[in-house]
């Protein structure tokens, strides 16, 4: 069996400052989720994530390695249906429904994003929204405490 190679590099701080980047790290909303990842920075070079558990990452945060390298991240470019409207109700119907589902969304004024599936873009259709599937950065709302969790979910009893 062959022995797994060690990361160069060890990503093993958030930054609260926004300190210059010497390099950016891309990943999809997916993997910005994990706090123990190895993969690539956008210039090649080999990373690992060693981060809190339960950190998410947005595009815009600052990481620092174990060497002093400062790492933008950005969050890439997936496949999203992107829901508009200029009716605030329609808006907060289907937030609603979509949040009833456990679905991660992102919210703006006049429109709603979440990872592309054609069966909610049905449901979202038939209340009256406009859906437009494309490539874009996803950047859900974060949960009541402070990030996302798409994976468990807490009822009150």
């Known amino acids: 069996m062959d022995a ?12 609260h400052e926004a300190l210059l980047a010497e390099t950016t790290l891309t990943l999809p909303f997916e993997l910005r989720q994990k706090s123990r990842l190895r993969t690539w920075l956008d210039n090649g070079a080999d ?10 990452l947005r595009g815009g945060d600052r990481l620092r390695t174990t060497t002093g390298l ?16 200029d009716d605030p109700r329609l808006l907060a119907c289907a937030a609603y429904h979509l949040g009833n589902r456990h ?9 709603l994003r979440y990872l592309h599936d054609h069966v909610l873009d049905r449901m979202v ?23 996302v969790n798409v994976h468990h979910h807490h009822h009150p009893a």
Do not use: M
């Not at 990373?47 to 998410?56: A, D």
């Open 125 to 147: 259709r038939e209340l009256g929204l406009d859906i437009i599937c494309e490539q874009a950065p996803f950047e859900p709302e974060a949960g009541a405490q402070g990030e």
């Open 103 to 111: 679905v991660p969304l992102q919210v703006d004024v006049g429109w």
């Open 47 to 56: 990373v690992g994530l060693f981060l809190p558990r339960g950190t998410v």
């Open 70 to 85: 400062v790492v933008e991240v950005r969050a890439a470019p997936e496949s999203v249906s992107t829901a508009r409207t």
């Open 4 to 15: 797994v190679e060690p990361v160069e590099l060890q990503i093993i701080e958030r930054l």
